[in-house]
């Protein structure tokens, strides 16, 4: 299965993570430059208070152990007697059990603590035995070194920038992408509407990007779709028009030729001509109420209809039929289950289910027509158990001319039109059908009203 994230996440997610990358290449180079810095400043701090602590003892000034103790100047100062012992200044055990060693400031590790330690030994005056060892340290903590300013920027900026990055990306793709939900939508609707005339949205003053030119290609194409499906409904609409005359002469001159018959064979011919007639008449009829429906010229009238009296008329119009193949035909509609509907259209929907029923129903089977009210709602089955319908065939049935085996349905007199022009009444009137069906078992047609 392919995974649903959007392009809109997946840029988010990008630029997030390129950002990401950037702050910590960036973070990494300031780091470094400012510890190397701040590591040079500890140096020199350190070798200074030394150097000020060295010159005072050269000169002799008395309270220069005191202020070594008090002066917060030399907090990093420390002397030792010439055996390392403290004298004066800083005091941790750390400090003072480091080698006395004269040089440069250096770095020296006790335990998992790092210091910079300056080390000067001052000679006692001519004649005097004593000597000093002066000591400069200060430990070298990285967030001391890197200082607050870099805590902030790592824990409040850092996270502000991703999460403005985040944002502002997801925000500007959405607006940029926001044509692409109208033009989804009014896809969708044309799918569900079956409405070919509704045009994607372009909003007055819209930039024109990719997006626009889209739109607009897009609503050229749905304008030469409109025209050609229109072009074809009048064909059909016209070609109908035009034969049901002839037809219908054929008609009543094949039942004239029928009456007037004398031989056999003249019966046989013009009965053959008369179920043709009859098919394409149907056929025809069929044809025209498609396009009406179609093209919303079908003349509708709501009116009370009790389906009981509805279901009687349906057994009556097809009990002849029914009865050469030995199929009864069952009622079982609640008293008063009255729906709001166009008589004709309904009672022309049910006949065509019934009709279907007894066509593709077994010998001596049967065919039901029940309805009842459901959550406010009417439910009208209509259910055989004839040879039913397979899997694969269930969502075809209800498109145009198709049949499920043309060779088996010619011997029925069927066209293939049957099912969508109930599923077009169905749909005038705002219900729904579907069907259930197990292959050789039988069918059950529900039509939601
Ligand atoms: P048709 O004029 O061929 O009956 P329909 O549109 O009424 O056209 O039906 C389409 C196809 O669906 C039929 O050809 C038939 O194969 C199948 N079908 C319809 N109703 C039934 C049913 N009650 N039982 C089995 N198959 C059915």
Redesign the pocket.
Known sequence: MKKATSIKTRITIWYTMLMLAMIAVVLTLVGTLSYQLSLDNVEKSVKLQVTQISEKLETRQRDVFESIDDDEEFKNVSVYSMDQKHIAGQYSYDIANIAFREGEPRRETVGEKEYIVYDVFKHGAPGERNGFWIRGAESVNSTVLLGRSAIVVTLVVIPLILILTAWGGYYITKKAFLPIYGIIQTANEIAAQKDVSRRIEIVPNAREDELYHLSVTLNRMLGKIEHLILQEKRFTSDASHELRTPVSVILAQGEYLLDIAQTEKERELSQSIVDQAKQVSKLISHLLLLTRMDQNRQAFHKEKVDLGVLADIVVDTQMSVAEKKGILLLTSVEENTIVDADEALLLSAMN??V???I???KDSGY?SISATKVNGRTEII?A?N????PKE?LEQ??E?F?????V??DE???????????KSIVELHGGSIF?E?EYGA??R?TILL
Request: net charge positive; proline share 0%.
């Open positions: 065509n289910l009709s279907n029923g066509k593709y129903g065919v209509v055989d004839g040879i039913g319908i065939n049935i209800w145009r198709f049949r499920i085996d043309s088996r349905n029925y007199g069927s066209c293939g039109l049957g099912l969508a022009v109930v069907v069906s039988g069918t047609f």
